[in-house]
């Protein structure tokens, strides 16, 4: 998906990329979760860049839709449960599919790179570690199985 790779590039340009790996080195207990904000932040990110695209009107009918459509399709609850297996948060490396719309809509929505960051903040107070598993218990709760 061509709009997620710029979320990453900006990272890599901006050495987040690094300091993302430096710090699963140093706490590789947490490398999922370093992963996850790091994944959301992309996602705003391009959230960024689509607006600006929309604004010079570059998007065709559609586009929008379809990057929210795979926003969810590719959010680590969506993919056990389509694979037919429980859902462990611990196990997330990439966000739940409503984490992954709504840091896109950040971006879109408020077009600032510091608003992306404040993911970060949910990392340190232990928001983004709640979210994940609760979308693992709803995906879990989705197909009858248990945490």
């Not at 300091?19 to 996602?43: C, G, K, M, R, Y």
């Not at 705003?44 to 010079?56: D, F, K, N, P, T």
């Not at 077009?111 to 709640?130: H, I, S």
């Amino acid at each position: 998906m061509l709009f997620r790779s710029f979320g990453h590039h900006l990272q890599s340009l901006g050495g987040l990329e690094q300091i993302i790996t430096q710090a699963q080195e140093a706490a590789p207990e947490q490398a999922n979760l370093f992963s996850v904000a790091n994944e959301l932040n992309a996602d705003c990110l391009m959230g960024i860049w689509v607006a600006r695209v929309q604004e010079e009107g570059r998007l065709e009918e559609g586009d929008e839709d379809e990057i929210l459509a795979a926003l969810e399709n590719i959010g680590d609850d969506k993919l056990s449960t389509n694979a037919g297996v429980e859902a462990d948060a611990s196990t997330f490396d990439h966000g739940t599919s409503e984490q992954r719309q709504v840091w896109f809509e950040v971006g879109k929505e408020t077009g600032d790179v510091d608003a992306c960051f404040k993911v970060f903040n949910d990392l340190a107070d232990g928001t983004l570690e709640e979210e994940l598993h609760a979308g693992a218990d709803a995906a879990n709760a989705g197909t009858g199985t248990t945490g």
